[in-house]
């Protein structure tokens, strides 16, 4: 595995536990469909939520909520779709999110988390 | 999240109108929106604010950022709304004391490494922020000596955006950078052509003298040769100095038209002398989107000198009329009118014909009566109607130079004490009156109870008015030019002699 796809890995586990540590229930992770992968997908109260996590060790290249762009959110918005699709069942209210993990080598953990991006 | 507030000044014309910046911070994927009708230049800030606010060392916050300009329905142009964007912006975002930037109105562009660029209208817009009641304006070193040319305001200049954000209270340590500056300007009095220069052509002295005193708009026809030009160069010499209030718009005017003003106001009338291929754009203002001053707005206070006048297109230079008429030049857009100041005085220059000998004693003119009469119908009745000053120049002869050679000549100094004196008796006549000129008197008060003169002094221009050989407006006029005679010899009242020499000055055109 290289080393974006570990620093990527460990990002979406630190999300995971924060979200769990704000009281959401993780429904599904790494869910894969033809169109794309779905990082997170959690209920939160009577949403469902649809997570895109960005993970970074550094800035240099731009915060990693910059690299939500448009053209990423607007799959997100189709694999939302799909995933439903695939999950029959009531799903009342939906909501993306995005959120933005700072992992510096051998520094503090920041995760910064975006409600309703989409 | 928070809002950042600050204000700036939009330019319509001369007037600046206070623009609120707003920022606004929420909790969204990352992006800068700026609303409230930027133009392109503006539109682009977004890129130079980030650019600038991450190399100054305070980045803006990866959130949604959204600026607007308010009043959101006034079209903003240009460059100069970046400091106050970003100082908005970071104010929102808790760098700079929200209480301090909202004191201040902020000027200047942001060049991508955080220093600031003088920007081109800085007077009018400092004058705008004065107005409006600000007490502080914060602007690029390079425009600090033009701005502080503005009585009643503090101005503060700054080189980055680093030093910005520092003066308004930010935790950054400073760092000296080169400041950009504006290319040195000449010396803004440009050096003064002498009237000791003219041999001959006294009677074309003479006319450029009254000319002067009275702010008659001046006509002057003559073959090449004659010295027109030179006679309409040394016109702004013999006008007196710029008032305070005058100055400082000449040089808002010069600010705006993107010349450099440095650090004094130009106290002398400017002269401007556009080439005869001018558009009525170029003449009187115009362009998409910013609306640039023209020449006869740059010429305000001054002289606007059109050299071979027939040679211009005629819808052009019946485009001088409204400003003519009332010394304003308004320029209409879709979504706005532009007012720049109009009262410069006009001094025309043509041949008689288009071969130019028309009238010379030493050659023959080679053109036809219809091309002869064609030629100087291209300049319109109601354009020369509003110019009181009509004078055929001849060229000078070997004999007239010999004894212009020989006799004292007027020297542009003395003429402009004179001209100094003249107005100053007219002022005291008129004070009563909204007109400090004679030129901008009309008609009727002349003939009207405050300056009725006798039947034995009007006689002549009774007799031609019966005949026809003068309008009824060129009556007027030629009270107007007897007018400032008087006010030159310093008697109380026009004489028989004064109206027989105005008479004379507006003969060129039937000559």
């Given at each position: 595995m290289a080393a974006k796809d570990t620093l990527g890995r460990r990002g979406e586990q630190l999300a995971a536990s924060y979200l769990e540590g704000r009281g959401y229930e993780i429904v599904d992770r790494n869910w894969r469909c033809p169109q794309g992968e779905i990082d997170i997908v959690a209920r939160h109260g009577s949403e469902l939520v649809f997570v895109e996590v960005k993970t970074r060790s550094t800035v240099a290249f731009g915060h990693p909520l910059e690299a939500i762009t448009a053209v990423k959110l607007a799959r997100l918005r189709r694999l939302a779709a799909a995933w439903c699709e695939a999950h029959p069942?009531?799903?009342?209210?939906?909501?993306?999110?995005?959120?933005?993990?700072l992992a510096p080598r051998g520094g503090p953990v920041e995760i910064e988390h975006l409600e309703r991006v989409f | 999240m928070a809002i950042g507030r600050t204000h700036s000044v939009s330019l319509l014309g001369l007037q600046g109108a206070i623009v609120e910046i707003e920022a606004d911070i929420s909790s969204n994927l990352p992006s800068f929106v700026l609303i409230g009708l930027p133009d392109a230049a503006l539109g682009e800030a977004r890129d130079r604010v980030r650019s600038a606010a991450t190399n100054s060392g305070c980045s803006l916050p990866a959130r949604k950022l959204t600026v607007n300009l308010s009043?959101?329905?006034?079209?903003?142009?240009?460059?100069?709304?970046?400091?106050?964007?970003?100082?908005?912006?970071?104010?929102?975002?808790?760098?700079?004391?929200?209480?301090?930037?909202?004191?201040?109105?902020?000027?200047?562009?942001?060049?991508?490494?955080?220093?600031?660029?003088?920007?081109?209208?800085?007077?009018?817009?400092?004058?705008?922020?004065?107005?409006?009641?600000?007490?502080?304006?914060?602007?690029?070193?390079g425009n600090e000596d033009e701005a502080a040319l503005v009585p009643g305001?503090?101005?503060?200049?700054?080189?980055?955006?680093?030093?910005?954000?520092?003066?308004?209270?930010?935790?950054?340590?400073?760092?000296?950078?080169?400041?950009?500056?504006?290319?040195?300007?000449?010396?803004?009095?440009?050096?003064e052509l002498d009237l000791a220069d003219v041999m001959g052509n006294?009677?074309?002295?003479?006319?450029?003298?009254?000319?002067?005193?009275?702010?008659?708009?001046?006509?002057?026809?003559?073959?090449?040769?004659?010295?027109?030009?030179?006679?309409?160069?040394r016109l702004p010499g013999l006008l007196p100095s710029l008032d305070a209030e005058a100055a400082l718009e000449v040089s808002s005017l010069r600010s705006l038209a993107g010349f450099p003003v440095g650090g004094a106001l130009q106290s002398r009338p400017p002269l401007e002398s556009p080439h005869h291929t001018a558009t009525a754009a170029a003449l009187i203002g115009g362009g998409s989107g910013l609306i640039r001053p023209g020449a006869a707005a740059r010429a305000s206070h001054?002289?606007?000198?059109?050299?071979?006048?027939?040679?211009?297109?005629?819808?052009?230079?019946?485009?001088?009329?409204?400003?003519?008429?009332?010394?304003?030049?308004?320029?209409?857009?879709?979504?706005s009118v532009a007012h720049f100041p109009g009262s410069f005085q006009l001094v025309m220059a043509a041949n008689p014909c288009?071969?130019?000998?028309?009238?010379?004693?030493?050659?023959?003119?080679?053109?036809?009566?219809?091309?002869?009469?064609?030629?100087?119908?291209?300049?319109?009745?109601?354009?020369?109607?509003?110019?009181?000053?009509?004078?055929?120049?001849?060229?000078?002869?070997?004999?007239?130079?010999?004894?212009?050679?020989?006799?004292?000549?007027?020297?542009?100094?003395?003429?402009?004490?004179?001209?100094?004196?003249?107005?100053?008796?007219?002022?005291?006549?008129?004070?009563?009156?909204?007109?400090?000129?004679?030129?901008?008197?009309?008609?009727?008060?002349?003939?009207?109870?405050?300056?009725?003169?006798?039947?034995?002094?009007?006689?002549?221009?009774?007799?031609?008015?019966?005949?026809?050989?003068?309008?009824?407006?060129?009556?007027?006029?030629?009270?107007?030019?007897?007018?400032?005679l008087a006010d030159l010899d310093g008697t109380d009242q026009p004489t028989a002699d004064h109206i027989g020499r105005a008479l004379y000055f507006r003969k060129a055109m039937t000559a």
């Open positions: 069942g009531r799903h009342d209210a939906v909501r993306i999110d995005g959120i933005a993990v | 009043p959101a329905a006034l079209p903003k142009h240009g460059s100069g709304f970046d400091l106050a964007i970003a100082l908005a912006a970071l104010g929102a975002a808790g760098e700079v004391s929200a209480e301090s930037i909202d004191r201040v109105v902020h000027l200047g562009e942001l060049g991508l490494d955080g220093r600031l660029r003088p920007i081109a209208g800085i007077l009018p817009a400092v004058v705008g922020a004065a107005r409006a009641g600000f007490e502080t304006v914060m602007v690029p070193t305001i503090r101005v503060v200049g700054v080189a980055s955006l680093r030093d910005a954000v520092i003066w308004h209270g930010g935790a950054l340590e400073p760092e000296p950078v080169e400041p950009i500056l504006r290319p040195q300007s000449q010396s803004v009095d440009d050096p006294d009677e074309a002295v003479e006319a450029m003298l009254v000319a002067a005193a009275g702010g008659h708009h001046v006509f002057l026809l003559g073959p090449p040769g004659a010295g027109k030009t030179m006679l309409a160069a001054g002289v606007l000198f059109l050299d071979e006048a027939p040679e211009f297109a005629s819808s052009v230079l019946d485009a001088l009329r409204q400003p003519l008429e009332s010394g304003v030049i308004s320029i209409h857009r879709a979504n288009p071969c130019g000998q028309y009238g010379a004693r030493d050659q023959e003119c080679t053109c036809t009566p219809h091309n002869r009469r064609r030629y100087l119908a291209r300049l319109s009745g109601p354009l020369l109607d509003r110019i009181d000053i009509q004078l055929q120049v001849r060229r000078i002869t070997s004999a007239q130079l010999r004894v212009s050679a020989d006799g004292p000549r007027r020297t542009t100094l003395d003429a402009r004490t004179r001209v100094e004196e003249a107005r100053a008796i007219a002022g005291a006549r008129l004070a009563s009156t909204p007109w400090r000129l004679n030129s901008q008197v009309p008609g009727s008060w002349l003939r009207g109870p405050h300056a009725r003169l006798t039947p034995e002094v009007t006689a002549s221009i009774d007799r031609a008015l019966e005949r026809g050989g003068i309008t009824m407006r060129g009556y007027d006029r030629v009270l107007r030019v007897a007018w400032t």
